[in-house]
């Protein structure tokens, strides 16, 4: 399957819906108790720390199935000494910040020393957003039910779930607006077949590579190739061609005049079938401008990156286009500060997608992919290699191949992303990774997920 359900709160409540509470609270409690044993079999003392709502009850039982089996288990606001901290505070109807109380014992818990297991969601996690907006458990492992819920992928919830579980309680899945991307989803990116020729297997123009800045426009270009596209076109100002002319080896070169950008794009995009704008674009006015005029003029799926982004106002627009800002570009986008789109990243992506009609691609460890109307696509990445410079550009690249096999854009930015984080974690160490190793490891990724 190409996408897994993320459950927000509501979800899981319909899910639940007619079937009995004590029999599914009883299958919860006697989960975690058998994966907390596995995961800790030499643990002795465990402390429980319980709620009044579900989320207690599941610990409580939990605790019981610890006696059973001889260990000690006992509810407690204090969990100094115990091995194993049992966190059943809050479930998935948290939303908030915790009050005093509750903080001062997530608090101790996370001081403990010990290693926690979370019921369900850690507590102050909201686990139909990922938001965290006061004291949250820092688990170390999160044994939930029936799916994996949103908070546990998206940041900065996902950053407090450490391991998670899904521990099967007999519920029947429901549709869910959020969904977890798969490596699957490279099956659904067109491979490149006998009956093909270079442009039917992918025409992507790249724009881009101001002097100083011509890496990123090559490595956006190499990125593509890499990703399966059949021919690929640089399009930079004329004082960068020398440069990229002896960097690329198999990408078409064109160059631009001063005041001739446009014309030489608008010639250049009629055989491409994606183009992508931005990396090493520079800031310019005239910069700006030609970004607004591909956007408003060309009818070819477009991927905006980096510099394009810069000053970006929404325009009427029919064909296929997606955004891949970083946190920081998108706060610009918003008008926001940087940190509001970290701690809201979900929103932050919708907003934006709805803002532009187009969609969005925010950059991070828990790629979230929004389309306007839609729920949100997220892909998670551990490759910890890919927070280096130039691995955006490689990115765009992809997204932009991708497009111009003829995918849908948030399907495009989906399994671009994919093949992104599976090539970077496709290297024997993450220290030390640039973006060129992701490159250079993209057909590696492709085929070996397809």
């Known amino acids: 399957m190409s996408f897994e359900p993320l459950y927000t709160a509501e979800e899981m409540r319909a899910a639940e819906e007619g079937h009995d509470v004590e029999t599914l609270m009883e299958r919860s409690g006697r989960a975690v108790a058998e994966r907390a044993v596995a995961r800790y079999p030499d643990a002795r003392r465990f402390a429980l720390l319980c709620g009044r709502g579900a989320n207690g009850g599941d610990a409580r039982i939990a605790g019981r199935v610890l006696r059973q089996e001889g260990r000690d288990a006992e509810e407690t606001d204090d969990p100094h000494g115990a091995d194993v901290v049992v966190d059943g505070l809050f479930g998935t109807g948290f939303h908030g910040e915790p009050r005093p109380e509750a903080a001062r014992v997530i608090e101790a818990a996370n001081a403990s020393g010990a290693a926690i297991v979370a019921v369900d969601v850690p507590s102050g996690v909201d686990a139909s957003t990922g938001e965290v907006r006061g004291a949250a458990v820092r688990a170390d492992l999160t044994v939930t039910f029936h799916g994996r819920k949103v908070g546990h992928e998206v940041a900065p919830g996902r950053f407090h779930c450490g391991d998670v579980e899904v521990a099967d309680i007999g519920l029947p899945h429901v549709a869910t607006a959020h969904k977890l991307v798969t ?168 907003r934006a997608a709805e803002r532009f009609g187009m969609v969005v691609l925010l950059k991070g460890a828990d790629t979230i992919v929004a389309a306007p109307g839609f729920g949100a696509l997220v892909r998670r990445s551990d490759a910890a290699g890919l927070a280096s410079a130039g691995t955006g550009d490689v990115l765009t690249g992809v997204v932009a191949a991708f497009l111009a096999k003829g995918l849908a854009p948030d399907l495009a930015a989906a399994a671009a992303a994919t093949a992104h984080g599976l090539a970077a974690a496709r290297a024997p160490q993450q220290e030390g990774l640039v973006a060129s190793d992701v490159v250079r490891l993209l057909p590696e990724a492709l085929a070996v997920h397809r």
Not at 206 to 232: F, I, K, N
Not at 270 to 279: L, Q
Not at 328 to 338: C, Q
């Open 183 to 350: 490596p699957a989803i490279l099956r659904l990116v067109p491979r490149r077949g006998p009956a093909d020729n270079k442009y039917s297997a992918g025409s992507v123009l790249v724009v881009g590579g101001s002097p100083g800045l011509t890496g990123a426009a090559c490595l956006a270009a190499e990125a593509a190739l890499r990703a399966d596209a059949g021919y690929v076109a640089v399009a930079v100002p004329a004082a960068s061609l020398p440069v990229v002319e002896a960097r690329l080896l198999e990408p078409v070169k064109l160059g631009w005049e001063p005041g001739s950008a446009l014309a030489v794009v608008r010639a250049a995009a009629e055989k491409a079938g994606a183009v992508a704008i931005g990396p090493g674009l520079g800031r310019s006015d005239e910069a700006r401008e030609l970004v607004r005029a591909v956007l408003a003029e060309l009818d070819v799926p477009v991927v905006v990156d980096a510099d394009a982004l810069h000053g970006l106002e929404p325009v009427e627009r029919s064909a296929p286009t997606v955004l891949t800002p970083h946190a920081g570009e998108l706060a610009r986008l918003l008008g926001v500060a940087s940190a509001e789109v970290s701690a809201h990243r979900l929103e932050a992506a919708a």
